[in-house]
C-alpha cells in the first residue's frame, strides 16, 4: 500500500507516517537490549564487552552504508510524489545496484581488516578473539543488513511506514528466539549471538522484498508500465 503525502490532511498525514516510525525506533532498541541482557547472562562479562566493541564499529560502518540507502530514497519520494513512475522503478535499480557495490566493498576491507580495526581501538587481549569472530560474522553477513534497510527506506519513500515496523519487530523476536537457541541450547557462544542477529535481518529483508513485489508494484525493479 502506498500513500500520497501531498494529498489530504497534512497533520493527519504526518502523524500516520511517523508514529510507525517512532515504534519502531523503540522496538530498535528492545533489539539492542535483548542482545546486551542475553550475551551478558549467558557468556559473561568478556563476552558483553566484546558485542559492545564490536557493535561500535558495526554500528560505524552500516551506518554510513544505511546513510547511502535513506539519501537515494529521498530521490525515489520526489518521483514518487511527482507521479513519475518509470523514475521511481529506475531509482529503485539505482539503489540495488550501487548498494550492491558499497556493501561488497564495505564487506571485504571490514572483514579482512578487523583485527586491525579492533587493535588501534585497543581493544583488551581478553576479548579480542570473541570480539573479531562476532564482527566478522555481522560484516561478513552485512548485506542481510543492508538488504533489509534498501527495502524499508524504498518503502517509506512511496509513504508507506508501516510494514518495515511489522518486519522488523517480526525480526526481534526471531532474533530473541534464535539467541536464546543458538547460545543456550546449543552452546554456540558469541558466534551464536551474531548468527542469531544476521538470520532475523535477512529474514526481515526477505519478507520486505516479497511484500514490495507482491503490494507495491510501483517499485518492482523492471516492470513495464
Not at 566484546?50 to 535513506?70: D, H, P, W
Not at 532475523?200 to 503490494?215: K, N, W
Request: net charge positive.
Amino acid at each position: 500500500m502506498t500513500r500520497t503525502l501531498t494529498k489530504g490532511n497534512p497533520l493527519k498525514l504526518i502523524i500516520l507516517f511517523t508514529l510507525p516510525l517512532l515504534f519502531g525506533n523503540l522496538f530498535q532498541q528492545l533489539y539492542t537490549f535483548t542482545d546486551t541482557l542475553i550475551v551478558g547472562r549467558a557468556l559473561g562479562v568478556n563476552a558483553l564487552a566484546a558485542v559492545s566493541l564490536s557493535a561500535s564499529i558495526n554500528f560505524l560502518l552500516v551506518g554510513f552504508a544505511q546513510g547511502f540507502t535513506a539519501g537515494t530514497a529521498i530521490v525515489t519520494a520526489r518521483r514518487f510524489g511527482a507521479g513519475d513512475y518509470v523514475g521511481v522503478r529506475r531509482s529503485m535499480a539505482t539503489t540495488i545496484s550501487l548498494t550492491i557495490v558499497l556493501t561488497a566493498i564495505v564487506t571485504s576491507i571490514s572483514v579482512f581488516f578487523n583485527r586491525e580495526i579492533l587493535a588501534l581501538m585497543q581493544t583488551p587481549p581478553a576479548v579480542m578473539d570473541q570480539a573479531s569472530i562476532f564482527l566478522s560474522i555481522m560484516l561478513g553477513f552485512m548485506f542481510t543488513t543492508m538488504s533489509y534497510n534498501l527495502a524499508t527506506n524504498a518503502m517509506r519513500a512511496v509513504g508507506n511506514s508501516r510494514a518495515p515496523l511489522i518486519f522488523l519487530i517480526i525480526a526481534v523476536f526471531i532474533n530473541i528466539l534464535l539467541e536464546l537457541l543458538f547460545i543456550v541450547v546449543f552452546n554456540w557462544g558469541i558466534a551464536g549471538a551474531a548468527f542469531a542477529t544476521v538470520f532475523a535481518q535477512f529474514v526481515a529483508g526477505g519478507l520486505s522484498f516479497i511484500y514490495i513485489y507482491r503490494v507495491l508494484p510501483v517499485l518492482k525493479v523492471g516492470k513495464k508500465i
